[in-house]
């Protein structure tokens, strides 16, 4: 699986409007511990997604986005 496929299954399965801000920090680390699962390191990721926490911080607001619609 390529990083940004598997970046945005996991955003699908880990991000909804429910999601806080607040909960940025553990998230990144179960990012982390979900790709070296699939065999995806960290500088992979960041080459596909950039900056994580920016990743999540953006996965949030879309979600808020996507429900307010």
Do not use: C, Y
């Amino acid at each position: 699986m390529t990083p940004e496929a598997f970046l945005n299954r996991w955003k699908q399965e880990n991000i909804d409007s429910g999601t806080q801000s607040g909960e940025v920090d553990a998230l990144s680390g179960k990012l982390l511990v979900d790709a070296e699962h699939e065999g995806i390191d960290r500088r992979a990721l960041e080459a596909a997604a950039g900056n994580l926490q920016d990743f999540i911080t953006g996965g949030i607001r879309d979600s808020i986005q996507n429900e307010l619609r």
